[in-house]
Structure formats: structure tokens, C-alpha cells
């Protein structure tokens, strides 16, 4: 599971073209509660978490988001657990 989520998120990261970003759209639908820079530029969110060893706050069912705790392993915890809940 590990390895298809990493070659999928390696691949959403090459497609970094901030000129088609829809910032505001995607502002809307971000769920982080966190104050950062990176609010709206996706790209630019999960390249940010990627290289940390870390999904966003997108990949995670509202009160786990609150936690902070962005690791692929929890991530994986919470899937397990819940299935998908987006």
C-alpha cells in the first residue's frame, strides 16, 4: 500500500505548474487548521509534507487533522481503521 500511494503522490508533485492552480478553490475545500503560507497551493502542501515523511491534512478525517500528526504511518492507521472517508 505504501509504495502505491508513494509513486502516486511522486507523480502529483511533478505536476507542479502554480499557473494552473486554482488557489481559491482549493481553499474552500482545504480541511488544515494549521496558519501556513501553503494554504490553497496543493502542490505545494504535499511536496512540503511529502519530503518530511508526512501526508497533508487533506488525507485525514477532520478530528485527526486537529492532532497534527501528519505521518504516512498514521495515515495508514487511520485508512485501516476507517476505510476511505472522503
Not at 16 to 40: A, F, M, V
Request: with cysteine.
Amino acid at each position: 500500500m505504501r509504495e502505491n500511494l508513494s509513486n502516486y503522490l511522486e507523480k502529483m508533485i511533478e505536476v507542479k505548474n502554480l499557473s494552473e492552480c486554482k488557489i481559491e478553490e482549493n481553499k474552500k475545500n482545504c480541511n488544515c487548521s494549521y496558519p501556513c503560507n501553503k494554504k490553497g497551493m496543493c502542490c505545494e502542501c504535499l511536496s512540503y509534507h511529502w519530503n518530511r515523511g508526512e501526508v497533508p491534512a487533506c488525507f485525514f478525517p477532520n478530528d485527526v487533522e486537529k492532532t497534527y500528526d501528519r505521518t504516512i504511518e498514521n495515515f495508514i492507521e487511520m485508512y485501516q481503521k476507517r476505510g476511505r472517508w472522503w
